[in-house]
């Protein structure tokens, strides 16, 4: 393991888990990458790091936000309560989203810089805010995008919240729109109430490289709107990118982030060299988060072995400079005839690659429910029980519960439920792909 910073920057660290070990003729080499940064920002700093950061918030003003009307209410508190968290010097504004998207503060096509005043002046404009037209998502994004990119701020942020289903703008648009966001600013995005699309939202946050998360109780929308300002204003370092290389003959075959949450990278790749490639990962704060990485090598004799990844965290550098190197690490292969050796799993691999089927399972198995398919839809979400029962992913397995009955959580067996709450369906659906990580001994 190595690590590099510049001084006042957090620290990168990566460490590689995995069993080197491979049968002769094996290729495929399995790893988990565990990416450390610390002593960035603090809760205590109230004002923001060198770089900046600049953020938007988006609010659904859509006719439905009024039924209830404390949807309408608990986004206007939530909304102030975010902009008092925004650290002194913070760039920010606010936009009403409907069929079209307004500047709700400061209506200038700029962002303001926080402070004691500017934060009083938007918090008095949020009183103005009110329900009334339809919803087309990519025109906030849009907007959003075009406020950040005025902005020489390093962390760039969106905070998007939605009540209904993106029904005023024709699905490839808003498709467009994330491929053109995209790596220009991150964005979490929230669905509050239960008439929106679990798969909407979770694509803006996946596209965006954010959160997304269900508010079923508008009451519950300040206490996450503060906590995700709180987690964007520790954010230190923006646009990290995960470089693999890999020697002559050798592919990679995909990187997924499977902790905090699952997230597939392996689409995003942008190539760096002939045998180096660049996977996104966002801002980043104080944290850890883990990838699996699979590289498929060429088949070789016992005794041989090689570097079969170099796995480094990268930042941009300024411009005409190369990217300054945070972190690196190796990933090994190795050929041996000890079956033992060759057929051990690594404790972190095998961890979260049940992870992921975790997830998978969920999905799969909550859209058997909906298409009708009760056994379809018992055997996937009686494996997602199994699954979450032996890593220990209780948040999971409470939700899971709600939606089946568990006969048997070690075996798997679970009776679907007759009758399932709206909201506690999309939150295991929302929800799913969030992770546990390994268990200490």
Same mark, same amino acid.
């Given at each position: 393991?190595?690590?590099?910073?510049?001084?006042?920057?957090?620290?990168?660290?990566?460490?590689?888990?995995?069993?080197?070990?491979?049968?002769?003729?094996?290729?495929?080499?399995?790893?988990?990458?565990?990416?450390?940064?610390?002593?960035?920002?603090?809760?205590?700093?109230?004002?923001?790091?060198?770089?900046?950061?600049?953020?938007?918030?988006?609010?659904?003003?859509?006719?439905?936000?009024?039924?209830?009307?404390?949807?309408?209410?608990?986004?206007?508190?939530?909304?102030?309560?975010?902009?008092?968290?925004?650290?002194?010097?913070?760039?920010?504004?606010?936009?009403?989203?409907?069929?079209?998207?307004?500047?709700?503060?400061?209506?200038?096509?700029?962002?303001?810089?926080?402070?004691?005043?500017?934060?009083?002046?938007?918090?008095?404009?949020?009183?103005?805010?009110?329900?009334?037209?339809?919803?087309?998502?990519?025109?906030?994004?849009?907007?959003?995008?075009?406020?950040?990119?005025?902005?020489?701020?390093?962390?760039?942020?969106?905070?998007?919240?939605?009540?209904?289903?993106?029904?005023?703008?024709?699905?490839?648009?808003?498709?467009?729109?994330?491929?053109?966001?995209?790596?220009?600013?991150?964005?979490?995005?929230?669905?509050?109430?239960?008439?929106?699309?679990?798969?909407?939202?979770?694509?803006?946050?996946?596209?965006?490289?954010?959160?997304?998360?269900?508010?079923?109780?508008?009451?519950?929308?300040?206490?996450?709107?503060?906590?995700?300002?709180?987690?964007?204003?520790?954010?230190?370092?923006?646009?990290?990118?995960?470089?693999?290389?890999?020697?002559?003959?050798?592919?990679?075959?995909?990187?997924?982030?499977?902790?905090?949450?699952?997230?597939?990278?392996?689409?995003?790749?942008?190539?760096?060299?002939?045998?180096?490639?660049?996977?996104?990962?966002?801002?980043?704060?104080?944290?850890?988060?883990?990838?699996?990485?699979?590289?498929?090598?060429?088949?070789?004799?016992?005794?041989?072995?090689? $570097? #079969? @990844?170099?796995? +480094?965290?990268?930042?941009?550098? &300024?411009?005409?400079?190369?990217? =300054?190197? *945070? /972190? !690196?690490?190796?990933?090994?292969?190795?050929?041996?005839?000890? $079956? #033992? @050796?060759?057929? +051990?799993?690594?404790?972190?691999? &095998?961890?979260?690659?049940?992870? =992921?089927? *975790? /997830? !998978?399972?969920?999905?799969?198995?909550?859209?058997?429910?909906? $298409?009708?398919?009760?056994?379809?839809?018992?055997?996937?979400?009686?494996?997602?029980?199994?699954? =979450?029962?032996?890593?220990?992913?209780?948040?999971?397995?409470?939700?899971?519960?709600?939606?089946?009955?568990?006969?048997?959580?070690?075996?798997?067996?679970?009776?679907?439920?007759?009758?399932?709450?709206?909201?506690?369906?999309?939150?295991?659906?929302?929800?799913?792909?969030?992770?546990?990580?390994?268990?200490?001994?």
């Amino acid at each position: 393991m190595a690590n590099f910073a510049k001084p006042s920057a957090p620290r990168f660290s990566v460490e590689v888990y995995q069993n080197e070990f491979l049968s002769e003729g094996a290729r495929d080499v399995h790893a988990i990458v565990t990416v450390t940064s610390t002593g960035g920002a603090t809760a205590t700093r109230t004002t923001v790091a060198p770089g900046g950061a600049a953020v938007v918030i988006m609010v659904d003003c859509s006719g439905s936000m009024e039924y209830p009307p404390d949807k309408m209410r608990g986004a206007r508190e939530a909304t102030a309560a975010a902009v008092d968290t925004l650290r002194d010097g913070t760039a920010f504004a606010v936009i009403d989203g409907t069929h079209v998207a307004r500047e709700v503060y400061p209506r200038q096509g700029r962002l303001a810089i926080a402070d004691a005043t500017t934060r009083a002046q938007a918090k008095e404009a949020l009183r103005g805010l009110s329900s009334g037209g339809g919803t087309a998502i990519g025109t906030w994004l849009r907007l959003a995008d075009g406020l950040l990119r005025g902005s020489t701020a390093a962390i760039r942020h969106g905070i998007l919240l939605t009540d209904g289903r993106n029904e005023h703008e024709d699905p490839a648009v808003l498709r467009a729109t994330l491929d053109a966001c995209a790596g220009r600013f991150t964005c979490d995005a929230r669905g509050v109430g239960t008439d929106w699309e679990v798969k909407e939202v979770t694509g803006i946050a996946s596209a965006l490289l954010g959160t997304a998360d269900i508010v079923a109780d508008p009451a519950r929308l300040t206490e996450d709107f503060t906590h995700m300002m709180e987690k964007v204003m520790g954010k230190e370092v923006a646009d990290v990118s995960l470089r693999l290389w890999t020697p002559v003959g050798a592919e990679v075959l995909y990187v997924k982030q499977v902790a905090p949450a699952v997230q597939d990278l392996t689409g995003r790749r942008t190539e760096a060299s002939p045998r180096a490639g660049d996977y996104p990962t966002g801002s980043w704060g104080d944290e850890s988060r883990e990838y699996h990485v699979c590289v498929r090598v060429p088949g070789a004799s016992v005794g041989q072995e090689m $570097l #079969a @990844a170099r796995a +480094a965290l990268l930042m941009p550098g &300024a411009p005409g400079e190369d990217p =300054a190197v *945070l /972190a !690196q690490g190796l990933v090994r292969a190795v050929w041996t005839d000890d $079956l #033992a @050796a060759s057929t +051990a799993i690594n404790p972190q691999v &095998a961890h979260y690659t049940g992870q =992921a089927e *975790l /997830a !998978q399972a969920i999905q799969q198995g909550l859209e058997a429910r909906k $298409l009708g398919d009760v056994d379809g839809a018992t055997a996937k979400l009686g494996r997602a029980v199994q699954l =979450a029962s032996s890593s220990g992913n209780a948040d999971t397995a409470k939700l899971l519960s709600k939606v089946v009955d568990v006969v048997d959580a070690a075996a798997g067996t679970v009776r679907l439920k007759a009758k399932v709450a709206d909201a506690d369906e999309m939150t295991l659906e929302t929800r799913s792909t969030q992770t546990v990580r390994v268990r200490k001994s």
